[in-house]
């Protein structure tokens, strides 16, 4: 069996194609850096972190962007089409014709909103559209808040996915189908085909995306949608879709929405169905007949010798290699300190994805602050409005190299005085551990024992929830230097090591 999700942690709007025996999936970064990720597979089971589509912060720009904008599902570098709305998808139709389609953003009163599915054909040669876009599609359920098309050819009929409910808890996957790309197109007669929470609803007047009133306890993924389907040679059809697993009865979800896969089957009338015979997302769905191809996974440890920085790890709007150097000092990541981490500019913070909300993070840090501007550390990080940060800084008041926590809540900062503590120029162990709804931050001269530093953290507020400048987008850890002065000074880091226990459920 495969178990859901198989890509953990911060993960949205799964895009799946095969080319040959090999299979490709990409998803959303927004403000991160370097962009849009693509895993690859192939037996559909394991997946590796394959590369990415966006690496130049030059040629996508995205400083000053506030949280959650920037990067939504695209494909390529950036070709501009049109500004009508987003979720934009390509369509290659047989004869060679191709197509856009995307959600239309709709701004004027008295419409529905966000908007309707709308199609534009697209001119490769010149790389823009032809015309403006048309409005093709409403949807197949009266759910609302229809979003992420694509368009598929099969049999004669070209058939649309999309989502609708809102990526939120009434989240749904849903298809129609027409002889004709531009329509009319009828409705699935059982949609939607895939959600956490079936049955009717009528959001059609409700834009609001959450909708936690359809938490559904009934199940463990919840929010499930947003689907791309794929068939193996063998004729097998698996559609990955995200989901979320929340805290509860908060309903945060801390890891953000997650990439899940599920088994389905045409229907003999020509119908996408779940292989389980129900709709509801599924914890585990049967595996492929492909042969068993177990893949590279992102290491537990990571010692900095290769000489090359591992691609797992992502920036907020720059490329890390802007900061980070693994060649200065071998064996050690080397981060140049720039602005503060609340800048929405260039900050020097080399994250990860947080995968499970159990979870222990180490590094060994070296690094002399000269000036009370200088910091460096450990970081619990959601956004620039929301994080924990244990840095070492240069105190005034104690003359010296000290430690304290540095939290930021909903855009509110808070400076743990009471956590400051004077410690030695040498090299320090810093760690933060995730367990559930807690978290904290702990030091060491010897990386063996441990003192625990400052109070304990909810883990549920680092979530879309909870957080009010950003959401979309999922908790990272990581390493952090700001040198707020001149954005020169550096510190060291000789490991991160980052331990995840998958296998706690959340309660």
Known sequence: ????????????????????????????????????????????KHWELYTHVITDDEKVDLKKL????????????PVYLHSSGF?????????????????????????????????????????????????????????????APH??????????????????YNHCVTMGRSRSVWGPYEKDPTNPILTSVPGESYERHNPDHLKPKYYNPDSVLQKAGHGSYVETPAG?????????????????????????IQKMMWTEDG???????????????????????????????????SGELGNWYYAPRIIPRRFADVKARPGWVRLRGQESRTSLNRVSILARKLTSVYARITTKMEFLPEVHQHSAGLILYYDNMNYINLRKYYSET???GALSIIHLENGVKTEFLNTRTAVEDCPIYLRLWIQGRKSWFEWSYDGEHYTKIGRIFETAKFSDEYCQYGEFTGTMVGLTCADRVRHQHCADFDFFEYIADETKPLD
Not at 151 to 168: H, S
Not at 250 to 257: A, F
Request: charged content about 25%; aromatic content about 12%; glycine content about 10%.
């Open 1 to 44: 069996m495969i178990t859901n999700p198989i890509i953990p942690g911060f993960n949205p709007d799964p895009c799946i194609c095969r080319k040959g025996e090999d299979y490709y999936l990409a998803v959303s970064t927004f403000e991160w850096m370097p962009g849009l990720p693509v895993y690859h597979s192939r037996d559909l």
């Open 66 to 77: 506030p949280s959650a904008k920037g990067i939504w599902a695209p494909w390529s570098e």
């Open 87 to 147: 979720d934009a998808s390509l369509f290659h139709d047989d004869d060679g014709r191709k197509y856009v389609v995307a959600l239309e953003w709709e701004t004027r009163e008295g419409y529905e909103k966000p908007g309707a599915i709308c199609m534009v054909e697209y001119d490769p040669e010149k790389k823009e559209i032809k015309g403006y876009p048309k409005r093709i599609w409403n949807g197949g359920t009266d759910r609302g808040c229809i979003e």
């Open 151 to 168: 368009l598929t050819k099969k049999n004669g009929y070209y058939y649309i996915m999309c989502a609708e409910g809102g990526t939120g």
């Open 236 to 260: 097998e059809v698996y559609m990955v879709f995200h989901v979320s697993r929340p805290f509860v009865p908060e309903l945060c979800c801390t890891l953000g929405r997650e990439t899940a």
């Open 271 to 305: 119908w996408l169905r779940s292989a389980s015979g129900s709709n509801m997302a599924q914890e585990e769905t049967q595996e492929s007949s492909l042969p068993e191809r177990p893949l590279p996974q992102t290491p537990d440890f990571d010692d900095f010798d």
């Open 398 to 400: 104690l003359g010296g």
